[in-house]
């Protein structure tokens, strides 16, 4: 298995994806720039999943990408970064013939990176946000299903087990750090965060434990 990252020295945008990716049976798109702008991160996404799915289709490759439950709805396509997760599934569809989609809700980890980038000074802003946080962990492991063969939908879509709220989950991990502040989002797209917009549908798959048993070891 070879990692492809900045950190490896690997740019999407600007490097050799087909030099990259050559030789790989599967190759998984799991790729990420945080912004709340729409067009920087379509933009991105988009350059990504052409560079990306296109050289996974021209080597004969599968290609596995890593999206979000319910990115797609339309009431929520006023998070920029949504908008961005919606065209590239749209893109990865229209580049790769050999194609499987795997969408979570928000992990676990999110109620802390959220903190460190929404941080203002003393303070970080904590969006009303109401979810179903699944475990890395286990998201990791179906998209292992999926690289090897163990499941073959085109189409998979995985939730945690419990409904709760970000500002729960940022109040049980909070330590030492800039002070949560809860944060209404105005408009659609905020109704559409607090009414439960990104909750799964009946039926989604439940993987991994409770947010609660999670933190007890990682709090």
Wanted: contains cysteine.
């Amino acid at each position: 298995m070879t990692q492809l990252s900045r950190t490896t020295g690997f740019d999407v945008l600007h490097d050799d994806a087909m030099a990259a990716v050559s030789g790989a049976d599967v190759v998984v798109e799991a790729t990420g720039r945080f912004t709340m702008s729409r067009r920087s991160a379509t933009r991105f996404f988009t350059a990504s999943t052409s560079a990306i799915g296109g050289a996974a289709a021209a080597t004969g490759a599968r290609h596995v990408l890593l999206s979000i439950v319910h990115c797609m709805r339309p009431e929520v396509q006023g998070y920029g970064y949504f908008a961005g997760k919606t065209a590239q599934e749209a893109t990865a569809r229209s580049v790769s013939p050999d194609l499987t989609i795997v969408r979570s809700t928000q992990w676990f980890e999110f109620a802390r990176q959220n903190l460190q980038r929404m941080h203002l000074g003393p303070v970080a802003l904590v969006p009303v946000m109401t979810i179903a946080p699944v475990a890395l962990d286990a998201v990791a492991e179906v998209i292992a299903d999926v690289v090897v063969g163990d499941r073959t939908a085109t189409e998979i879509d995985v939730a945690g087990p419990e409904t709760t709220t970000l500002w729960s989950m940022t109040t049980t991990l909070r330590g030492r750090g800039p002070a949560p502040v809860l944060l209404p989002i105005p408009g659609r797209t905020g109704r559409a965060f607090r009414d439960g917009a990104l909750l799964p549908a009946a039926g989604t798959e439940v993987v991994g434990p409770r947010f609660r048993d999670w933190a007890a070891g990682n709090g």
